[in-house]
């Protein structure tokens, strides 16, 4: 555990050196802001007209659209560029298990999304001061919780891909091909088949997330995003292993 | 202490080493000698535990590198060929991260004193990315040094060393090879007699000799060879004057005008040969012993001809 702590802390303060992880952060905060001042604009008018509460989760559901496009350039690099630079040779001669070290990693990535989550929270907290009766928190913490989820799968999932390559843009295009596919594609068939649908929606990313965005937290849901995180981080592990053995 | 026998490592189809067997000893440095591709780095990353080799078995401090690799590993302290570092952490704050890897206590103070060791305290917060060559060559023996391993693995430690450097690196080795196991890789001959106290000549993955150093090379100079030259040509009479002369075994004319011959050590003919070729009424401009390069003694242990490439 101590080691997937040094090496997810070493991974986390990379992050506030490089660049391309501001423009990640930028490129979410951005967005996610001047859509939480539109919202606040119209739910402002509406509750003057006696409207209905305003409702803050479109902005989590913004936030991990994005995250769709931009978290492969957070976890791009993660292993295969220590594989580029030959530094893998370093870590894999130190005392740290295969697994230690793709679990840190994810570590790392997955603290840096975590933390420009917490920077977003300031958005329904205001929303919260600005209109009576305030919002439902309720529905905004499964949002969250719908939000570390399904962040922790992507990135688990991105830090699995780029263990296996070498290149780090071959293991961005891969990443994203995925996630593109498991958000928009995979439940495409569940719209044309009679039986069996369902099985193609289990899969979706985007539809167990809306269901948690809308505040019901299932079993099930959880199940699928923990699952996603495992298989991520044992694709990464396996492809560490098979590293050693080549 | 370091135990390897049939060690046999495949790259696909090639086979990168054969059927190795060696050891070393606590408190002994051995030298692991052989050309480009002969398989020296291969072996020290089975022994480091970066992989397994394709069969045979491998013993380091005292547990199997492939059984109990973690173990090794903690054990070992190694310095990779390429001197891998993250270019864009200071000195410290990498050695730090190293250190914390492996759990030292008081790893700032450690750190320092690695640092010191290798001569760059001074440099501790600058970008590694910043530094030369040279030193990051020691930011790498520093990292191997950290947890005062009890095996030390150092492929090719002092190149890329200037010779104040190699000198004072190579002190460090000894002084740390004298409680502890040492197996480092070198192409340079001069270097493995320096340090160390055995040394194992491999060769297309298999060890040709293993020996001190001491006896190795009496065993190799089987014969001793020579250089001279002459003011002016060195003509056919000169070569068939020295050829006269007992105890020479063979002559040959250089390119360069050198005459190069051989005659069996331990009965040095160089006195009488400077005498002929002066009686003779050439004169006299050199004449030295040539030791042999590290090719010529593969040359010798292999059979391979490589003069006809
Ligand atoms: N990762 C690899 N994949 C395939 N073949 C490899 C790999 N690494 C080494 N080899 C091959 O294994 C053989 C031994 O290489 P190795 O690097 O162990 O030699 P070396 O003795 O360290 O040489 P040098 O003195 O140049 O460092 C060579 O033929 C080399 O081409
Ligand atoms: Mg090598």
Wanted: aromatic letters at 10%; glycine letters at 8%.
């Amino acid at each position: 555990m101590r080691t997937i702590w040094t090496i997810a802390k070493r991974e986390y303060d990379n992050y506030f050196n490089s660049p391309l992880a501001y423009v990640v952060a930028f490129s979410i905060v951005l967005p996610v802001g001047i859509y939480f001042s539109l919202i606040m604009y119209v739910s402002a008018q509406q509750s003057m007209m006696g409207g209905p509460p305003p409702d803050s989760t479109p902005i989590n559901w913004l936030f991990v659209f994005l995250m769709i496009f931009l978290s492969p350039a957070l976890t791009m690099r993660l292993l295969s560029d220590e594989a580029r630079m030959g530094t893998l040779e370093l870590l894999l001669t130190a005392p740290v298990r295969d697994f230690e070290l793709v679990a840190g990693k994810f570590l790392g990535a997955f603290l840096f999304v975590l933390t420009i989550a917490l920077f977003t929270l300031i958005f329904p907290i205001i929303i919260n001061n600005f209109v009576t009766p305030g919002i439902d928190w309720k529905v905004i913490i499964a949002s969250y919780i719908g939000l570390v989820l399904v962040c922790g799968a992507l990135l688990a999932l991105g830090t699995g891909i780029s263990a296996i390559f070498t290149n780090q843009f071959a293991a961005f295009f891969v990443t994203f091909g995925l996630f593109f596919f498991l958000w928009f594609m995979v439940n495409l068939p569940a719209n044309y088949l009679q039986q069996g649908g369902d099985v193609y929606n289990y899969l979706s990313l985007s539809q167990h997330f809306s269901s948690m965005n809308r505040g019901t937290i299932a079993l099930g849901d959880i199940v699928y995003y923990i699952s996603l995180i495992a298989l991520g981080l044992f694709a990464g592990t396996t492809a560490i292993e098979i590293r050693r053995w080549r | 202490m370091i135990k390897v026998s049939g060690l046999t490592k495949d790259y696909g189809a090639r086979r990168a080493i054969n059927n190795l067997k060696f050891d070393a000893q606590q408190g002994e440095i051995v030298g692991f000698l052989g050309p480009n591709g002969a398989g020296k780095t291969t072996t020290m990353r089975i022994l480091t535990g970066y992989m397994p080799p394709t069969d045979g078995e491998a013993i380091v401090a005292g547990y199997d590198v492939v059984e109990e690799s973690l173990e090794v590993r903690k054990r070992v302290g190694y310095l990779p060929e390429t001197v891998p570092l993250y270019t864009d952490m200071t000195a410290f704050d990498y050695l730090k991260f190293m250190g914390e890897l492996r759990h030292i206590p008081n790893v700032d103070d450690r750190v320092e004193e690695v640092l010191d060791m290798v001569g760059l305290i001074d440099r501790a917060d600058g970008y590694i990315g910043n530094l030369s060559k040279g030193m990051r060559q020691r930011i790498g023996l520093a990292q191997a040094l950290l947890h005062r391993p009890e095996v030390l693995i150092l492929d090719e430690p002092t190149i890329g060393l200037d010779p104040g450097q190699v000198v004072e690196v190579r002190e460090l080795i000894r002084e740390i090879g004298k409680e502890r196991t040492v197996l480092l890789s070198t192409h340079l001959l001069n270097e493995a007699q320096n340090i160390c106290d055995r040394v194992l000549i491999i060769n297309k993955g298999k060890i040709v000799a293993e020996d001190t150093t001491e006896n190795l090379q009496a065993r190799l100079i089987g014969a001793e060879r020579a250089v001279l030259r002459v003011r002016g040509e060195s003509d056919d009479d000169l070569v068939k004057t020295i050829r006269a002369i007992k105890g020479v075994q063979a002559v040959e004319t250089k390119d360069d005008g050198m005459v190069e011959f051989e005659f069996a050590s331990g009965k040095d003919v160089r006195p009488e040969v400077a005498k002929q070729v002066i009686k003779s009424g050439y004169d006299l401009l050199e004449l030295r012993p040539i030791g042999m390069s590290l090719e010529e003694i593969f040359l010798e242990l292999t059979g391979s001809d490589s003069k006809n490439k």
